[in-house]
C-alpha cells in the first residue's frame, strides 16, 4: 500500500502537467484570439479524439511553439494526449469541459497503469523544472481567471437572489403612434357626393402598451398572460367629428378603450401532445392570426408590421377573433402540416356575449363560434402556401362583423343587426421569397353569407391583396414595404337586389400602403408611412382618403 502511495505520487506531476498544458491552452485563447461561435461549433463535431504516440502527427504543432517540449514529453513518454482526426491539436482553441475532461481520465488511466506495472523513474527532475516554469510564467492569467470565475459565481447567485421568478419571463412592448388621416371629405355610403361631411382631423400622438407573461413548466410548454393598455383611437369611432367615415382607414394597433386602462386581454397554455402535434388552449382573447401562420411574415405583427388593420394579413385571420378554445397543429416534420381551430368568439360593448356567457344563444358552444381549417405546403424554404377554410356562426347577439371591421360597412354586416348569419370562407394565401433581400406575399378570399333569420337572403364577398418587402433597405434590419389590394367587397348574392342595396358597393376601393421600417437598434424600431383608400367604401362618390402615421415600437 506504501510502495503505490508513493508511486502515486511521483506520477501526480504529470497529472497536473497535462491538466494545466490544457488549461493553459484555454488561457492562451481567450487572451490571443476571440472564439466565435462557428469554431465553438465546428469543436463539437470534430468529436471524435484519437490517441497519438508522437507529437510529429500533429500538423499544426512545431518545435518553435512554447509548449513543444512539454507536448513532446506527454505524448511521447506517457502517451495521454489525444488529437483530432484530422491530424491537428489546436493548442490556441479554447478547449471545452468535456474534453478537459477526456484528456485527463486518459492521463488517470495511464498514471494507474504505470502504477500497476510499478514502472520506476516516471517523474524527472526536468518534468518538475517544466512544471514550476509553467506555474510562474501564467500566474498573472490564472489569477485573472480565478477572479473571473469568483466574479461569475457572485453574479449568477445575485440573478438567482432577485430573478422574477423560476419559472416565468416578461416581455414588453410599447408604442408610440403619431399620425393624422386627411382629406376633402369624410366617407359615406350614399351616391350623392354633395352631402358628404367634411372631413377636420387632428394630428395625434396615442400609445399602446402590452405586458406578456409567459411560463413554462416542462421546457415544453407555455402559458401566456397578456395585460393590455392604451389610448389609439379608432380612425371611424362613432362621434369623433375626425372620423373618416370608414373602417378602411384603421390601423393595425389601435384599441377598443382608450383610456389607458390596464386589462389582461389574454389567456392561453399551449403544449406539445406528440412530437408533432402542438395544442393550444385559449381561455380568452383567443386569435386564429396568432395561432397559425398568416403567410405574410413581413408585415403580420401590429407592433413591427403593417401600419394599417388591412394590410396584416387575410381577413379570414380574423374569424373568430377574441375567443376561447382549441388550436391543433400537426406538423409530422415534411413539406405539409394540418390545423384546426374551434373558437368561440366575445361580441357587443364590453364583450358581454361570448363563450363566458350562460345565457341564451351563448356559451361555448351556443354563441357566436368559429371552426377553422388549414393545409399548409412549404416544398421549400422559399416558398409556403396555404388553403383555408372557416365557417363562422354569428347568434345574432349584436351587430354582425364578418371580417372584424375591414371592408366595407355592407360586407362586414350585409343582412342588419340582430340576424344570425352563417358564412363560409375560403382563403388561399402564399409567400414567396425571391431572394435574402425581397420577398413578395399576397392573400385571396371569397366568403358566402346567408341569413339564418328573417327573409332568406345571401351574400358573396371577395377580397384579395399582394405586399412586397425590401429587406435591408438603407442598411441591415431595415424593410421598405408596400402592400396593395382591394379590401372585402360584396360582389353579389340576394342581398344585393334589395332596394336600399343596389347600388352599395357597386365601385371597387384600393387600398395602398407604403411604409418603412427603419431599425434603430434591436429594441427599437421607428415606421413611417402613408395609407391611402381610393373610392373608400367601395363608392366612386368618396374622396380618396390619406392617413399619415410615424410609430415607433420599443421591444423589451
Request: one cysteine or more; charged letters at 15%.
Amino acid at each position: 500500500m506504501t510502495k503505490r502511495f508513493w508511486n502515486l505520487c511521483k506520477v501526480s506531476p504529470v497529472v497536473l502537467a497535462a491538466a494545466f498544458l490544457a488549461a493553459n491552452s484555454a488561457v492562451a485563447a481567450e487572451i490571443n484570439e476571440q472564439t466565435n461561435v462557428a469554431q465553438l461549433s465546428e469543436a463539437q463535431d470534430s468529436n471524435n479524439i484519437g490517441q497519438v504516440t508522437s507529437v510529429s502527427q500533429f500538423s499544426d504543432v512545431q518545435p518553435t511553439d512554447w509548449a513543444f517540449q512539454a507536448l513532446q514529453s506527454l505524448v511521447e513518454r506517457y502517451g495521454c494526449i489525444a488529437g483530432y482526426p484530422n491530424s491537428t491539436y489546436r493548442g490556441n482553441r479554447a478547449l471545452t469541459r468535456y474534453e478537459f475532461a477526456a484528456g485527463l481520465n486518459s492521463c488517470l488511466d495511464r498514471v494507474n497503469e504505470l502504477i500497476a506495472t510499478a514502472t520506476a523513474d516516471l517523474v524527472t527532475k526536468q518534468d518538475l523544472a517544466t512544471l514550476q516554469r509553467l506555474q510562474e510564467e501564467f500566474s498573472a492569467e490564472l489569477a485573472t481567471l480565478r477572479g473571473r470565475v469568483d466574479g461569475l459565481e457572485a453574479r449568477t447567485a445575485e440573478l438567482e437572489a432577485n430573478q422574477f421568478s423560476t419559472t416565468t419571463k416578461l416581455v414588453g412592448e410599447a408604442i408610440f403612434n403619431v399620425s393624422q388621416p386627411f382629406g376633402e371629405q369624410r366617407a359615406d355610403t350614399d351616391t350623392n357626393p354633395d352631402n358628404n361631411p367634411d372631413l377636420d382631423s387632428n394630428t395625434v400622438f396615442s400609445n399602446r402598451v402590452r405586458l406578456n407573461l409567459y411560463s413554462s413548466f416542462t421546457g415544453k410548454d407555455q402559458l401566456q398572460i397578456r395585460l393590455n393598455a392604451g389610448n389609439i383611437f379608432n380612425n371611424n369611432t362613432t362621434g369623433n367629428t375626425g372620423a373618416t367615415g370608414t373602417n378602411m382607414t384603421r390601423l393595425g394597433y389601435d384599441v377598443t378603450t382608450t383610456d389607458n386602462s390596464v386589462s389582461i386581454d389574454k389567456i392561453n397554455y399551449a403544449f406539445n401532445l406528440t412530437d408533432a402535434v402542438r395544442v393550444k388552449i385559449d381561455a380568452s382573447g383567443g386569435e386564429l392570426y396568432e395561432n397559425v401562420n398568416t403567410f405574410n411574415p413581413d408585415f403580420a405583427s401590429s407592433g413591427r408590421g403593417a401600419l394599417s388593420r388591412y394590410g396584416r394579413f387575410s381577413p379570414i385571420y380574423r374569424q373568430g377573433q377574441n375567443g376561447a378554445g382549441l388550436t391543433v397543429t400537426f406538423n409530422p416534420g415534411g413539406p405539409l402540416s394540418l390545423t384546426g381551430a374551434y373558437l368561440a368568439p366575445t361580441s357587443g360593448t364590453g364583450g358581454i356575449f361570448g363563450a363566458n356567457n350562460p345565457g341564451l344563444n351563448n356559451g361555448l358552444l351556443n354563441g357566436d363560434n368559429t371552426i377553422f381549417g388549414q393545409l399548409s405546403f412549404q416544398p421549400s424554404k422559399a416558398l409556403n402556401i396555404g388553403l383555408t377554410y372557416a365557417r363562422s356562426y354569428f347568434a345574432g347577439n349584436a351587430a354582425n362583423n364578418l371580417f372584424q371591421s375591414t371592408g366595407s360597412a355592407f360586407a362586414n354586416n350585409p343582412f342588419g343587426a340582430g340576424t344570425r348569419t352563417e358564412s363560409n370562407n375560403y382563403g388561399v394565401q402564399a409567400t414567396f421569397q425571391l431572394s435574402s433581400a425581397l420577398a413578395i406575399s399576397g392573400w385571396g378570399g371569397y366568403t358566402t353569407a346567408d341569413s339564418r333569420t328573417g327573409a332568406n337572403a345571401d351574400a358573396d364577398i371577395w377580397y384579395w391583396a399582394g405586399s412586397l418587402a425590401l429587406k435591408d433597405f438603407g442598411g441591415e434590419g431595415n424593410v421598405l414595404g408596400v402592400i396593395f389590394g382591394q379590401p372585402p367587397k360584396v360582389t353579389g348574392g340576394s342581398i344585393k337586389n334589395v332596394a336600399a342595396n343596389i347600388d352599395r358597393d357597386d365601385d371597387t376601393s384600393y387600398h395602398l400602403e407604403g411604409l418603412y421600417k427603419f431599425k434603430l437598434s434591436d429594441n427599437i424600431q421607428v415606421t413611417p408611412g402613408v395609407l391611402v383608400i381610393f373610392n373608400p367604401e367601395h363608392n366612386d362618390a368618396n374622396d380618396t382618403i390619406y392617413v399619415g402615421t410615424l410609430r415607433t415600437t420599443f421591444s423589451f
